[in-house]
């Protein structure tokens, strides 16, 4: 199991991405696999570490030489493992790692890439190339709809272990928005609705990077009130705070977001989710039962006040029965089955003898 460089898995904060590897790798641990997981930081889960960088690089998440450098740390580490220990499969959960598929197939192992982000313009390109060296797992049946022509051999949806996760039934007197500054998260959208709706908003999430100062600036600080609370960067006890506190989360998309972490972790905390449909937001949002689905912003506030009738209990309900993490380690392991039978019928239809019939090769 490879992750990126940049955060700790699971994360102490941001990081969605390590947040889900975390359970999954816990998840196949307890179903009797010997899992691996290759990355930096320190230790959190129950899979053997091997840390291929001296601390995590939180500082330089989005350049590309933590990235190729990354790719090529980790092509020794599988090897030397290979040839030490003995290895099925590598599963990337990295940019630049698939590209050491090729290497990997050399010595009999598959490489299983979960695509954690857009597969649209220049993604597209990319996971194309890849070719069928490369198998891809969806995070959702939209993402894969989006791109039907790469090399899907499964859906997993993203899940959690709900027992890390409060629940609460009385929630306060604010909305909330937890995730990324940026426009495609519709930031602005959130703190127009909450004001709309009269109803506070806490605003918490990563803004870091220069296009998220940028926007924040631009575009959400001009919008904020009095009744608004910028709360900042949540750690994990923070984040579950805030979200089994709030009313409702707000997750007012403008774009094909893969799946939207945030949205089961909200629920499963007994939380509605009000949200803009796109992405996967109706592959995990029942409208009406754990949040409303809206198709334009001006929907939003009304959402805000309809959610009030919703249950805490089947919020958390329909993620226990459709995201725990149990489901996300029967998923993979379904497919990480699959894969090596077809392995081992390749290596076997190599090495079978050739059978002549009446002059023909068989």
Known sequence: MVVPP???????????VEAVVADLVDS?????HDVTLIGAGEPGTSANFVPVWDRALPERLGEPFPEVVHALKTRKAVEHLAATSGIDLVHEHT???PLNAPAYHGIGLPTVLTVHGPVQDECYT????????VSLVAISDRQRELAPDLNWVG??????????WPYQVDKGDYALF???????KGVHLALEAAHAARIPLVLAGKCSEAPEKAYFEEKVRPLLTSD??????ADAAAKRKLLAGARCLLFPIRWEEPFGMVMIEAMV???PVVALRGGAVTEVVVDGVTGRVCDDPAELPAAIEQVRGIDPAACRAHVEANFGADTLGRGYEHIYSRLLRGRDRARTDKTAPIRTVAGERV
């Open 6 to 16: 940049y955060f700790d898995v699971p994360p102490k904060a941001y990081g969605g």
């Open 28 to 32: 196949l641990v307890a179903r009797g």
């Open 95 to 97: 940019f630049a790692g």
């Open 126 to 133: 990319y996971y194309r190339a890849l070719g069928a060296e």
């Open 155 to 164: 859906r997993v949806h993203n899940a959690l272990r709900v027992d890390t």
């Open 178 to 184: 937890l995730g990324r500054f940026n426009e495609d």
């Open 228 to 233: 608004d609370y910028v709360f900042g960067l």
């Open 269 to 271: 905390c007994g939380t």
